[in-house]
């Protein structure tokens, strides 16, 4: 069994990583971008669909890697940004982004109007019907099958997938042995659904071209812990798709698997593995090494200012706490802690901002300038060491991030057997 992992980031150093290794492995790069990060009105990223598009552009063009191997993707394309609007405006908001992305060339279209909206009749806690989610759902479609009218003739028609991982409003629904897993009546009704939504629109031939339905497998991080998959509790999800020919699964939390738990997702039919937060975690973890031994290595140093990035990047989150204070519990000490080393890596909002950029920027010119000696990056970076050692990799500090995140989309690349 075959599979493709997505990279859903907007971290130039990931793509760039994510570059060498398809290149590297001689595969295609599956990229994908969320409505909350990348929409018409910027997203948290400040990027517009066609803007991100130019930006993965660039960085193709000057990492050598062919821009015609990128896969481009939406992920969680729909209202999710606009929740707290009524259904109408939402959902015009949610077509216009459905819009620009195929306009702009995203050919992978991930369909997901599961979230409730201001004005949804009924419980606000409790979960919209399915119902209501997969007509939604056929309307973004209809969206996104005019939107692709309007491009030049041979433009690839979207793919679709359908379906969300996310359970009842909340947060998760947790069992004695692991995390809620889907079970495959509910899959099936999806897909049952969802098909006759799209017909009702006039949209049988746009359903062909769905090719994965997301579930929830059983895999998913918190701050501190990994809930790891476990085939065996979704081995009746594995029989249903298989009576399904031309669909997959798509996983998404799959950060934090082991190797052999990501080969045996694939293996199980979730051929699309979404990666994003492990990608930003090894990238700020070479950060933070970075950081030690510029402060072992350039501390008192005349002339030498150092970056002082940790510094900078708690202040950053302490003055604009939206994109963690909802998530992180506990006391101070907890969610200082969370801050810096949860493994859903909200500080991952945060590396666009200027003060970010030049704090790490100062932090690469520094240790560029004056490189520390490898008894430091030993001390440090106990992989990339080794691998310098035996000459396979420079010690120059952007390489050194790069191959942190390389470690990661290895892991990937072998459970997708895109490479030996």
């Not at 910027?42 to 063009?61: D, N």
Request: hydrophobic fraction near 40%; charge should be negative; charged fraction near 25%.
């Amino acid at each position: 069994m075959l599979g493709v992992y997505s990279v859903c980031s907007a971290n130039r150093f990931v793509i760039e990583a994510a570059m060498h290794e398809a290149r590297t492995d001689g595969s295609v790069l599956l990229i994908e971008s969320t409505s909350n990060q990348v929409n018409q009105f910027g997203g948290y990223t400040g990027i517009t669909p066609s803007g991100f598009v130019a930006f993965l552009r660039e960085v193709a063009a000057s990492a050598a890697f062919p821009a015609e191997r990128i896969i481009l993707g939406g992920d969680h394309l729909g209202p999710n940004p606009w929740q707290r609007e009524p259904a109408a405006q939402a959902m015009e908001k949610a077509r216009e982004l459905v819009r620009q992305c195929v306009l702009a060339g995203y050919t992978k279209i991930h369909l997901d109007a599961s979230m409730r909206l201001a004005d949804d009749p009924g419980d606000p806690q409790a979960p919209l019907g399915d119902v209501a989610i997969t007509e939604r759902a056929a309307e973004l479609a209809s969206a996104a099958e005019a939107a692709q009218r309007e491009l030049p003739a041979g433009s690839p028609a979207p793919l679709y997938v359908i379906g969300t991982d996310v359970p009842a409003p909340g947060g998760e629904r947790l069992v004695e042995d692991g995390i809620w897993v889907t079970q495959p009546q509910d899959a099936e009704r999806t897909i049952s659904l969802t098909r006759a939504a799209f017909e009702q629109r006039g949209l049988g031939r746009a359903f062909e071209r769905v090719i994965g339905v997301v579930v929830q497998p059983g895999v998913e991080f918190g701050d501190a812990s990994v809930f790891e998959y476990d085939r065996s509790r979704a081995a009746p999800l594995k029989t249903l798709i298989e009576r399904h020919p031309g669909l997959v699964y798509e996983a998404h939390s799959t950060d934090y698997q082991t190797p052999d738990r990501l080969r045996e997702l694939v293996e199980d039919h979730f051929a699309i593995l979404k990666v994003g937060p492990w990608l930003t975690f090894a990238f700020r973890e070479a950060v933070v090494a970075l950081a030690e031994i510029e402060r072992e290595w350039l501390a008192g140093s005349a002339g030498v200012a150092l970056s002082e990035i940790r510094g900078v990047m708690e202040e950053l989150m302490l003055r604009r706490p939206a994109h963690w204070e909802g998530y992180y519990h506990g006391d101070e000490r907890e969610r200082r802690f969370a801050r810096q080393w949860s493994y859903s890596d909200r500080i991952r909002y945060y590396w666009p901002q200027p003060e970010a950029e030049a704090a790490l920027s100062r932090l690469l010119s520094n240790l560029e300038q004056r490189p520390a000696p490898l008894s430091l990056i030993g001390q440090f970076l106990p992989a990339q060491y080794h691998a310098v050692r035996r000459g396979l990799l420079s010690p120059a500090p952007r390489d050194l991030i790069r191959h942190k995140i390389l470690e990661v989309l290895d892991l990937y690349a072998r459970a997708c057997r895109m490479k030996g």
